[in-house]
C-alpha cells in the first residue's frame, strides 16, 4: 500500500485531470485487487474500479485529510463493491452457494508430489480465501494484499477492531487446516 | 492448555512477531509436537498470503476514468460532433445558394420577383439547366444530411463509449 504524495493529491483536489490520472494509475491495482476478491469476476471488478475512482473524483474536494488517503479510499471501495455485490444478489438470487464459513473449508486434495504441492499451495490458499464469505475475504485481502494494519481495516470497514481479528484469527486457522490436511496426504 | 497457546500463537504471529524460544510460548513449543506444527502452519500461511501479489487492473480503466471527468475541465466551445455537422449544414446551404445565383445571374432560372408567374415560360425552355440547377441543390441538401448524420451517430458512439 503506497499512500499518495501530498502535492499529488492536492492537485488533485485542484481538478487537475493529468494528477489524478497519476493517482489513479498508483492506486487502481490495490481497488482492483479488493473489488475482485468481493465480486470475484474480473470484468464487474474493473467496472466497479472505474466508478469507484469517479466517485473519489468527486468527494475528493470534501476531502479533509483526517484520516489518510489510503484508508478513505478503500472506505470508499470496500461500501461500493459490497452494495454492487448485494445489487447483483438481488439479480441473479440470494447467496452464492460456493461461500463457506472460514470453519467449513473443505480438505485439500492430496497431492502425490511434494514439489507440486508446494507449487500449488499459494493458488491452493487462495483458492480457500476466494470462497470465504465476503466479510473474511475483505480482511484477509486488506490485511496481507494491501498492508493495512487491523485497525486501519477497522477504520475502513467500521467494524471493531476485536471483530477484524476474530476474521483474521479464524480465516488463518482455517487456512492453515487446510495446508495441514494437504501436507499429510503428500 | 494447547487451546490457549493456539489462541497466543494466533495473537502473537497477527503482529508478524517471531516467537522468542526463551519465553513461556516457545517452551510450549518445543516440548509439544502439535502445537509446533499448528504454529508451522500459522507461519506459511501468513507467508504465502503475503506474497500473493496484486491482480492488475485493466489499463482502459485510468483512460475511461479520464475520459469521464475531463469534459468538466476543458469543453471546448462547441464539441467537434456538434461543430462538423453544422458546418456541413452551412456548406450544403451555402452550396446550393450559390447555385441558385448562378442559375439566376445567368438568366437560366426564375427571379423570385417573377415567381411563379414565369414558372411555367420558363420550365418549357431551360429544362437542362433546371436539372442542373436542381442537381446542385439536392446535392447541398444531401451533403448537409449526411454531415449531420454522422455527426449524430459518432457522438452517440462516443457518449456510449464514455458510459461503458
Not at chain 1, 1 to 25: G, N, Q, S, T
Not at chain 1, 67 to 81: G, H, K, V
Not at chain 2, 110 to 119: E, G, K, N, S
Amino acid at each position: 500500500m503506497k499512500e499518495p504524495a501530498p502535492d499529488l493529491l492536492e492537485r488533485c483536489r485542484k481538478r487537475d485531470p493529468e494528477a489524478f490520472a497519476c493517482l489513479v494509475r498508483e492506486q487502481q491495482d490495490y481497488v482492483y485487487t479488493l473489488a475482485l476478491r468481493v465480486l470475484r469476476d474480473p470484468e464487474e471488478a474493473a467496472d466497479i474500479t472505474q466508478e469507484i475512482f469517479l466517485r473519489v473524483w468527486q468527494a475528493l474536494p470534501a476531502f479533509r485529510g483526517e484520516s489518510r488517503f489510503t484508508t478513505w479510499l478503500y472506505r470508499i471501495a470496500a461500501n461500493a463493491c459490497l452494495n454492487r455485490l448485494r445489487e447483483l444478489r438481488r439479480e441473479h438470487g440470494t447467496v452464492s452457494l460456493d461461500e463457506v464459513p472460514a470453519e467449513a473449508l473443505p480438505a485439500a486434495e492430496g497431492d502425490p508430489h511434494r514439489e507440486t504441492w508446494e507449487r500449488e499451495r499459494r493458488a491452493l490458499l487462495w483458492g480457500a480465501v476466494e470462497r470465504l464469505q465476503t466479510g473474511y475475504r475483505l480482511v484477509v485481502t486488506l490485511f496481507y494484499q494491501h498492508g493495512l494494519p487491523v485497525a486501519e481495516i477497522a477504520r475502513v470497514l467500521g467494524i471493531p477492531v476485536g471483530t477484524v481479528k476474530t476474521y483474521l484469527h479464524r480465516a488463518r486457522q482455517a487456512l492453515a487446516g487446510l495446508l495441514r490436511q494437504g501436507a499429510e496426504h503428500v | 492448555m494447547c487451546e490457549e497457546i493456539r489462541q497466543a500463537i494466533l495473537e502473537h504471529t497477527l503482529e508478524g512477531e517471531p516467537i522468542a524460544p526463551d519465553s513461556p510460548l516457545g517452551a510450549h513449543l518445543r516440548q509439544c509436537p502439535d502445537c509446533q506444527r499448528y504454529h508451522e502452519a500459522i507461519v506459511q500461511v501468513d507467508t504465502a498470503l503475503q506474497a500473493m501479489p496484486l491482480q492488475a487492473a485493466p489499463s482502459w480503466i485510468v483512460e475511461r476514468v479520464l475520459a469521464r471527468i475531463e469534459p468538466n475541465r476543458e469543453q471546448p466551445f462547441l464539441p467537434w460532433t456538434v461543430w462538423v455537422p453544422l458546418l456541413s449544414l452551412f456548406a450544403g446551404l451555402a452550396w446550393a445558394y450559390a447555385a441558385f445565383v448562378w442559375a439566376r445571374s445567368a438568366q437560366i432560372a426564375p427571379t423570385v420577383a417573377v415567381w411563379p408567374t414565369q414558372l411555367e415560360i420558363w420550365l418549357s425552355t431551360h429544362q437542362g439547366a433546371l436539372g442542373a440547377l436542381s442537381l446542385s441543390v439536392v446535392l447541398g441538401l444531401i451533403f448537409s444530411v449526411l454531415g449531420v448524420g454522422v455527426g449524430f451517430y459518432v457522438g452517440r458512439e462516443r457518449r456510449a463509449t464514455a458510459e461503458r
